[in-house]
């Protein structure tokens, strides 16, 4: 498993993490989008990973209020998997909130993920009270106490993140990543800034629904009726985004084209595109079932060759613009 430095951290990380959304136990409104998946496929999920070589987590105190970290430390703790060596990501929940709870919530996420330190904790979105200033000096006040290692922010456009970067470079931290929506059907951080930024400013983006919530696995191409059967919200959002499934039908039928030649899925063609055609792109997809966990990190045993993600490349952006 090739590793790669997350920001300037000096930690390793699979290219490919685990997403933890769907260990919600389908608490809260978040986590009302998932079934609620029993402790022993959370465990399989995780066990699965581990023999994957997939080493760290990115979970939220939105998931669940919770649950998510708490279904993760467990399994994680059952497998009696090495906390030095595994990671974990989590976030704060900004909203209706100030800078002051990220001190006042740090002592409940470090209870429920019991034993597994935070390597990276994340602001979720730049909504909250305080200014985001306040918020990057109150996590740089729990690094400063041991309380987590790194920090992150997620969902923060490119002024949003460049603020946060000079706010901890005060303080002698470096911003680690900025979590964002980004799959081979959703590349608007290339365009709006956010992107170039992070490169040049050697920030990570972790990219969450790296799939674009399955479109880019072909499945609702091959059966149309699935649309249907997704969450309400999940809905709204492809609705909005004005992604059709015909629209996006070239770039899924590019992607089986190049999965056949590699005896592999769309999805895995997906995902290795998503962290190989830029160099500082780490991906988290979810799974709900051991086989979706395999399947995923699968992704990382292709190998693209440069015309293959060119391709890929501009076929997408032809969709897109």
Same mark, same amino acid.
């Given at each position: 498993?090739?590793?790669?430095?997350?920001?300037?951290?000096?930690?390793?990380?699979?290219?490919?993490?685990?997403?933890?959304?769907?260990?919600?136990? =389908?608490?809260? $409104?978040?986590?009302?989008?998932?079934?609620? #998946?029993?402790?022993?496929?959370?465990?399989?999920?995780?066990?699965?990973?581990?023999?994957?070589?997939?080493?760290?987590?990115?979970?939220?105190?939105?998931?669940?209020?919770?649950?998510?970290?708490?279904?993760?430390?467990?399994?994680?703790?059952?497998?009696?998997?090495?906390?030095?060596?595994?990671?974990?990501?989590?976030?704060?929940?900004?909203? $209706?909130?100030?800078?002051?709870?990220?001190?006042?919530?740090?002592?409940?996420?470090? &209870?429920?993920?019991?034993?597994?330190?935070?390597?990276?904790?994340?602001?979720?979105?730049?909504?909250?009270?305080?200014?985001?200033?306040?918020?990057?000096?109150?996590?740089?006040?729990? %690094?400063?106490?041991?309380?987590?290692?790194?920090?992150? %922010?997620?969902? $923060?456009?490119?002024?949003?993140?460049?603020?946060?970067?000079?706010?901890?470079?005060?303080?002698?931290?470096?911003?680690?990543?900025?979590?964002?929506?980004?799959?081979?059907?959703?590349? =608007?951080?290339?365009? =709006?800034?956010?992107?170039?930024?992070?490169?040049?400013?050697?920030?990570?983006?972790?990219?969450?629904?790296?799939?674009?919530?399955?479109?880019?696995?072909?499945?609702?191409?091959?059966? @149309?009726?699935? %649309?249907?059967?997704?969450?309400?919200?999940?809905?709204?959002?492809?609705?909005?985004?004005?992604?059709?499934?015909? &629209?996006?039908?070239?770039?899924?039928?590019?992607?089986?084209?190049?999965?056949?030649?590699?005896?592999?899925? @769309?999805?895995?063609?997906?995902?290795?595109?998503?962290?190989? $055609?830029?160099?500082?792109?780490?991906?988290?997809?979810?799974?709900?079932?051991?086989?979706?966990?395999?399947?995923?990190?699968?992704?990382?045993?292709?190998? #693209?060759?440069?015309?293959?993600?060119?391709?890929?490349?501009?076929?997408?952006?032809?969709?897109?613009?």
């Amino acid at each position: 498993m090739l590793l790669r430095e997350i920001g300037k951290s000096g930690i390793k990380l699979s290219k490919i993490g685990l997403g933890c959304w769907q260990f919600s136990k =389908n608490t809260g $409104f978040a986590g009302s989008f998932w079934p609620k #998946l029993s402790d022993d496929t959370t465990l399989e999920i995780v066990q699965q990973s581990l023999n994957s070589h997939i080493n760290w987590y990115d979970t939220a105190e939105l998931y669940g209020w919770g649950k998510s970290e708490i279904s993760l430390s467990n399994a994680l703790n059952k497998l009696n998997a090495d906390a030095k060596s595994n990671f974990i990501a989590t976030k704060w929940w900004p909203l $209706f909130r100030s800078s002051s709870s990220i001190k006042n919530t740090i002592h409940k996420r470090l &209870k429920f993920l019991n034993g597994y330190p935070i390597t990276l904790h994340q602001v979720h979105m730049p909504l909250g009270f305080s200014s985001i200033e306040k918020e990057m000096n109150a996590m740089a006040d729990l %690094v400063e106490d041991g309380k987590i290692k790194h920090i992150g %922010v997620s969902n $923060f456009n490119q002024h949003q993140m460049t603020r946060a970067y000079n706010a901890l470079e005060k303080r002698g931290i470096h911003l680690t990543s900025n979590q964002m929506e980004y799959s081979i059907l959703n590349r =608007n951080i290339e365009f =709006n800034g956010v992107l170039e930024t992070a490169k040049k400013l050697n920030i990570s983006i972790i990219a969450y629904s790296p799939l674009s919530q399955g479109i880019a696995t072909g499945k609702f191409h091959d059966n @149309p009726e699935l %649309v249907n059967k997704l969450h309400l919200w999940r809905r709204m959002k492809l609705n909005k985004r004005g992604l059709s499934l015909s &629209k996006s039908l070239p770039i899924i039928n590019e992607l089986k084209k190049i999965a056949k030649k590699h005896n592999s899925t @769309p999805a895995q063609v997906a995902l290795n595109w998503l962290v190989n $055609f830029h160099q500082n792109i780490f991906a988290i997809p979810g799974a709900t079932s051991k086989k979706q966990c395999e399947d995923n990190i699968g992704a990382l045993d292709i190998n #693209l060759s440069f015309d293959e993600l060119e391709k890929l490349d501009y076929i997408s952006k032809k969709i897109i613009l």
